[in-house]
């Protein structure tokens, strides 16, 4: 069953080649993003996305300092 209101994010590290992978499981939060799409966040609120409906990432800092990395895929956890 897949859920509506949860992504995966999988960002590439630079470890072993870049061709480790890590993943963060984000839930929507009732926030709209800058493209009017909703925002996906961790249970930190660190890490935060929009999420359009066709699966498009957009990174959003959570912090003034952050410069967010892109994930290279966003996808619905099994």
């Not at 994010?9 to 800058?34: C, H, I, M, W, Y």
């Not at 066709?54 to 967010?68: F, I, N, T």
């Amino acid at each position: 069953m897949v859920d509506e209101d949860r992504y995966e994010l999988v960002f590439r590290s630079g470890g072993n080649g870049g061709r480790t992978e890590d993943k963060v499981l984000v839930s929507r939060t009732p926030q709209a993003g800058p493209g009017g799409h909703p925002v996906y966040a961790d249970e930190t609120g660190i890490i935060r996305a929009e999420i359009s409906d066709q699966g498009e990432v957009r990174m959003l800092a959570s912090g003034g300092q952050q410069d967010p990395t892109y994930p290279v895929v966003a996808r619905r956890p099994t």
